[in-house]
């Protein structure tokens, strides 16, 4: 039975003979009920205090449980985080070596192709310094020939100018000395009569007939001495000459002027290799051109 400090203030006592002493049992009772009353209190505070303190409890032992909950949690988490992290780590390591050998290889590829653009860029430079400097050698080769040729003109120029003056000169000097000679001829063969003296006169009229026909091949106005001579040789001389004096200029006509042609002819080759070259430089330049603009557009791929 529960026993409260007021149950124990009020408890009555039976009444016996030779009994205690009731003021000493009711200030006993009063001191128990109080000291009773204070262990009740004490009891009811610890109660309460063991109450508030299981509530911390509880609370703390709540806070554990998710703090454990937690912690495992963050570690879980953690743990595939870690994971999750590796695979990244090792995927973007892995897209990083791929891209690596990727651009090596890529970078291996255009250093060849840029080896091999710079190969035949060497290749067709070596071929276009060679044929441009055998064309500007040929070309050198015929500008010297034309200077020589020039050089030739001009030497034969000065000469054909000389011999014109020469000519001339011999011309007028010559028409006079062959008058003088007609004349003398004529006078002496009407003084000597006789045929030795006419055979020497034959012979010495023959040479200076030739040499007026050689003088004639050459200059067309010594012709009048020429036919002079002819009048002078038909009056009494050998009826032959004028008939080869008539043949000679055709022979002379004749070879000369084929001499002239075959020197025509001639001199017109190394105009037609001029002209050659000339075409040969013009289909150069157009290849050179076809390869100068067909090179900037593979340079751009780059």
Do not use: C, W
């Amino acid at each position: 039975m529960k026993v409260t400090p007021l149950d124990i203030r009020k408890q009555t006592f039976k009444k016996v003979l030779r009994g205690v002493d009731l003021e000493e049992v009711r200030m006993f009772l009063e001191l128990v009920a109080s000291e009773y009353e204070k262990v009740v209190q004490d009891n009811a505070m610890m109660a309460e205090k063991l109450s508030y303190q299981e509530e911390r409890l509880d609370e703390y032992r709540e806070l554990e449980k998710s703090l454990r909950n937690s912690l495992v949690t963050a570690e879980r988490i953690t743990a595939e985080s870690r994971e999750a992290s590796d695979r990244e780590a090792e995927r973007i390591i892995g897209d990083a070596q791929k891209r690596a050998e990727r651009i090596l290889e890529d970078s291996r590829e255009r250093l060849q192709r840029l080896v091999q653009e710079v190969e035949n860029l060497r290749n067709k430079k070596e071929v276009y310094v060679r044929r441009f400097r055998t064309m500007i050698e040929s070309q050198l080769g015929v500008l010297q020939e034309h200077e020589q040729q020039f050089d030739e003109i001009e030497t034969l120029e000065v000469s054909a100018r000389d011999l014109l003056v020469r000519s001339e000169r011999n011309e007028e000097t010559g028409y006079s000395r062959r008058q003088a000679e007609i004349v003398s001829i004529r006078s002496a063969r009407d003084a000597n009569g006789s045929r030795d003296d006419d055979s020497e006169r034959r012979a010495s009229s023959s040479s200076r007939i030739a040499e007026a026909r050689a003088l004639a091949a050459r200059n067309t106005r010594p012709t009048r001495v020429t036919d002079e001579m002819d009048d002078a040789e038909g009056d009494g001389y050998d009826d032959d000459e004028p008939a080869r004096a008539h043949e000679r200029p055709t022979e002379t006509n004749g070879a000369p002027r084929r001499a002239e042609t075959t020197q025509e002819e001639d001199d017109d080759e190394p105009f037609l290799d001029v002209r050659q070259r000339r075409e040969g430089f013009f289909e150069f330049q157009a290849d050179a051109a076809g390869e100068k603009s067909a090179f900037p557009t593979r340079r751009a791929g780059y």
